[in-house]
């Protein structure tokens, strides 16, 4: 079954600092990967998400994430993040052709001014 | 709004109760998904519909809950006898036929057993 893994629950940065949030998934074949975010108050939304083709993956708002095959990761980041960048992070993945979406347990970021 | 929308927002049922929710998804989207979300925990998927078949039924998915989407368009989840391991909140979304699109998630309906 496949399982994903996120290894943050709760980061805490100032504005302007960089982030990098951990996530890895279990499943050995091809997967399409998401990064998901909900903004307090605000239902789920989707940030990135990879299905094929180039492994670096742009989103909104800055983010982008990396896929790495051999490491089974996909890490997001973004270079300087906003007191708006204050949410929980999901990443999820789908994979052997079903449309389940297993998603990780998130991590809560918290923004300082 | 063309987004998901799902019905009630919160519900509080005695324990033995059932309760039925609703979902409306983005009307183009033929693929609709229900999800639970504990505290601290991940959306979990529960089921998955292609217009009016249900095609993935996870194992979380009791003999106590029931979901249906008769027209390929609303759908319903039903919980009888609820219990109180089953406050959580409910999560509806909704994709396109183009697989290659992620989710669009309702607000959720927020269901506490007492």
């Known amino acids: 079954a496949q399982s994903v893994s996120q290894h943050n629950h709760h980061v805490i940065l100032s504005e302007a600092a960089s982030l990098e949030l951990g996530c890895n998934y279990s499943?050995?074949?091809?997967?399409?990967l998401f990064w998901y975010v909900q903004y307090p108050g605000q239902h789920l939304q989707l940030l990135l998400k990879?299905?094929?083709?180039?492994?670096l993956v742009k989103g909104i708002k800055g983010f982008e994430a990396e896929f790495i095959k051999s490491k089974f990761s996909f890490n997001l980041r973004k270079p300087s993040v906003q007191w708006s960048d204050t949410a929980e992070y999901f990443c999820?993945?789908?994979?052997?052709?079903?449309?389940?979406?297993?998603f990780g347990t998130g991590t809560k970021l918290q923004v300082i001014p | 709004d063309t987004g998901v929308s799902q019905d009630p927002r919160h519900k509080i049922t005695k324990r033995g109760q059932n309760v039925t929710f609703r979902c409306d998804p983005i009307s183009e989207h033929n693929r609709l998904y229900w999800y639970r979300q504990t505290l601290g925990q991940g959306p979990e998927f529960l089921t998955y519909?292609?217009?009016?078949?249900?095609?993935?039924k996870s194992r979380l998915l009791s003999d106590r809950f029931s979901a249906e989407r008769p027209k390929g368009s609303f759908s319903t989840l039903e919980i009888q006898r609820t219990e109180q391991g089953d406050s959580a909140m409910y999560l509806c979304?909704?994709?396109?036929?183009?697989?290659?699109?992620?989710?669009?998630f309702g607000s959720g309906t927020r269901l506490t057993v007492v």
């Open positions: 499943y050995g074949g091809t997967v399409n």
């Open positions: 990879y299905f094929s083709g180039d492994p």
């Open positions: 519909f292609q217009n009016e078949a249900q095609l993935e």
């Open positions: 979304a909704s994709s396109s036929r183009d697989k290659t699109y992620g989710y669009t």
């Open positions: 999820a993945v789908r994979s052997g052709g079903y449309q389940k979406v297993t």
